[in-house]
């Protein structure tokens, strides 16, 4: 059984610094893809970031320059590290194990419960 559990969120003022963790267990850590996703009140889950198996990343658009994700494959962990925040960050954020097609990422069935970071103007 695949588990996620996500940490590192918080409160923090405009223009602060954030890094979350996810340490995963019940897969194969090295040969996943990994992602992390948001959800902010009253929208739908969208796409953060990827990394893929063989580190290669990929970034949506508001979050290239600011967030930058990595992997520990030793610790079965992959962080976002989040700088220069806004308020439109504020979101639950969730980490997502699955793999690539080419330039795509398709996500696993598990999520883990995620981790509010809150960013106050």
């Known amino acids: 059984q695949v588990q996620l559990a996500e940490s590192g969120g918080g409160l923090v003022q405009a223009g602060g610094s954030l890094k979350l963790s996810c340490t995963t267990s019940g897969v194969i850590f090295s040969t996943k893809a990994m992602a992390w996703y948001r959800q902010a009140p009253g929208e739908a889950r969208e796409l953060v970031a990827t990394i893929s198996s063989t580190g290669n990343t990929d970034y949506k658009h508001y979050a290239k320059g600011r967030f930058t994700i990595s992997r520990d494959n030793a610790k079965n962990t992959v962080y976002l590290e989040m700088n220069d925040l806004k308020p439109e960050d504020t979101a639950v954020y969730y980490c997502?194990?699955?793999?690539?097609?080419?330039?795509?990422?398709?996500?696993?069935?598990?999520w883990g419960q995620g981790t509010q970071v809150t960013v106050s103007s």
């Open positions: 997502n194990s699955g793999h690539m097609r080419g330039i795509y990422y398709y996500a696993d069935r598990s």
